[in-house]
């Protein structure tokens, strides 16, 4: 974290230096200091953004978990459904979401329901992805083990399969965490009441770029305070995933 941090203190400096340098006008090219002294004077504002942006991420994004895990299991249990599947999965990523939002806009309204459509549709691929290779990449000879002893096609899954698979979903987690908020603020920019996207959209349009470039950084803030959750929460569900990650890269 800290050669990041410095990275970034290093770019700000520049960027800072280029603008008191050069007079660039601010509807151009503000500076830093005046983004952050114009995002904190409208930081009620764009937390009031940010909070609706938020609520699209997450809903979107808890209805493309439940999906990936639905399907990954069930493509699981049956080669014929994988093969079957695997390629609408894949599909799905070819079809640009600057042509789906409009249609989810204009199929749906401007509520709720759109947005999230569009998280879920952005979000769904890598996560089902990272669960069928996981439950695919399970030890051979430890489910096998298990049947020469008795154990059903369920129970394989529960103690074999499953388990295996977690690695490969939470690395799949933490991407697809970071497009839900993309997928969001691209849905809000094509058309909403409230967000970040469709806030970045209306400063635009007043040539007020330090709020437009305000609302980037707190775009920026909410991916990478998702992104690091998702450690929080392997850290509590699978410690053993963490582990086992360090164990390979010792390795």
Known sequence: ?????????????????????????PQVLP??????????????????????????????????????????????????LRRAFVPLFVASQTLPIIAIAPLMIIWFGFGLLPKVLVVALVTFFPMAIGLIEG????????????????????????????????????????????????????????????????YMSLQKNSFRTDLVLAAVFVTAFLSVALYLLTFAVERVVAPWSRAENRSRRGR
Not at 5 to 16: I, P
Not at 139 to 168: C, I, K, N, T, W
């Open 135 to 198: 439950f695919a990449a399970a030890d051979r000879e430890a489910g096998a083990l298990l049947r020469s002893m008795g154990a059903s096609r369920v129970q394989v899954f529960r103690y074999v399969r499953l388990p295996s698979a977690v690695p490969r979903f939470f690395t799949a987690l933490r991407i697809g965490i970071t497009y839900a908020v993309v997928g969001a603020v691209f849905a809000e920019y094509v058309g909403a009441r409230r967000g970040l996207g469709i």
């Open 31 to 80: 500076s830093p200091a005046r983004v952050l002294h114009q995002g904190w004077a409208h930081r009620a504002e764009i937390g009031t953004h940010a909070a609706a942006t938020v609520q699209v991420t997450l809903a979107g994004f808890a209805v493309s978990l439940t999906l990936a895990w639905l399907l990954a299991v069930i493509v699981d249990f049956s080669p014929w």
């Open 1 to 25: 974290m800290l050669p990041a941090a410095a990275t970034v203190l290093v770019l700000v400096v520049l960027w800072q230096a280029y603008v008191a340098i050069s007079g660039i006008r």
